[in-house]
């Protein structure tokens, strides 16, 4: 029997926690947060620290009290007793939070299993942001690349690359006795790595699945979307830089690298440099050895690593942290970009706009290419406000450009039918039932519930 039991990711996108019985094995597939994540309760500074265990999600029902899981830290002050965890292995999908962000709960003895990749950007941004990313304490982290084969018990799980807006990313084809399982994680296919997800629906079909889990954040599509692939952003963005008659800002995910790329190159066909902050030249540099594209940020002529005033306001080695004094060699400060501004692209966001100040910029653009979810709801509003009102004060144009890190409706049914699975469920989607018009045996699950095949 199989038996997959939904602890997040099911009516809701993201906070995937699947519990996977079968073929004698016990396994979550990715261990996610959930974007609501203590929103009805928790607030700005009201929330639990990070040395708080599991009692404040308990008390408010945030996560379900599942014995032989949690770690005897985290159950400290709750009344769920510690016992010896019974679950074989968690298996990541790639390394956003609505995957691993509650992997800080679980037991330090129960093996994780993630991409090369994931585990390069994971230590990075844990270096970079420690109290922001953090995945906890884990004796037994097994690292995989695409096509490799690791078995538990009577199951194989086989990850396979797919595209999506976290490079290192992963869908799974799982063999057991019974027959095969596909978990999709989060994927697209219109963009430079199209091949990678093409590959994985192949491998998918090949194993004739009696259950897909596929992911559905966009099954509805994106009627507000105006751009479609990332062909189309990168155009856009080349015609702003040409276009531009002062500095290009640019606003985006750190880790997106199909959307660095498109910056990084377009910058070079217009005659311009790409500059990184510190930090991200950091992220690039553990990156660079996985990543074909990613060019080396203490040497690459198309990339100049920004060093912001500090201390002695004289760019003094001692005032930088040990990793930012390595790309000392291929410094830029406010000076060359007040003096020369058509001649970069600078990445920038919301906590960088200070630098403005200094740079001083006339007839700059700012291009935001970021999903438009992080600047919605309430709490973020006064961001918007106090953003628009810099870009307002120095004159600065700000254009949009972005799209999904997640499959369309068409390509959502060209895999569904090309896997073509006996049982489908959706999950990470806000609109299961959609899935229905694409295939003849849809489960639909909520929170909490179990379905056994
Ligand atoms: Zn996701
Ligand atoms: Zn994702």
Redesign the pocket.
Known sequence: MISLTFHGGAGEI?GNKILLEYGGARTYLDFGQSFDFGEDYFLDWLKPGAANGLECYFEFDILPKIPRLYSQAMLEFTDLPYEKPDIDGVFI????S??IGNLSFIDEAIPVHLGHGTKAIIDAYSELFPGLVDIGDHDDIQTFKSGDRIPVKDLVFRPVHVE???PG?YGYVIEGPEGAIVYT??FRRHGPMKSFTDEFIAEAAKARPRVLLCEGTRITSDPEAHFNTEKEIYDEVKRIMAESRGLVLAEFSMCNIDRFNSFYQAAGETGRTLVADTKYAYILDQLKELIACVPDPRRDDGLKVYFKLAKSCDFDGKDYKKIEREYFPNKITFREIRENPRKYVMFTGFNKLMELVYIHPHDADYIYSSSEFFYEGEENKDQLRVRDNWLKHFGITLHKAHCS??AGKSDLEYAVKTINPEILIPIHTQNPEEFKKIHDDVRIVKRGDTIQI
């Open positions: 993201g999908s790639h390394h956003h609505d995957h999506h807006s976290a990313a994680g989060d890190g997640h």
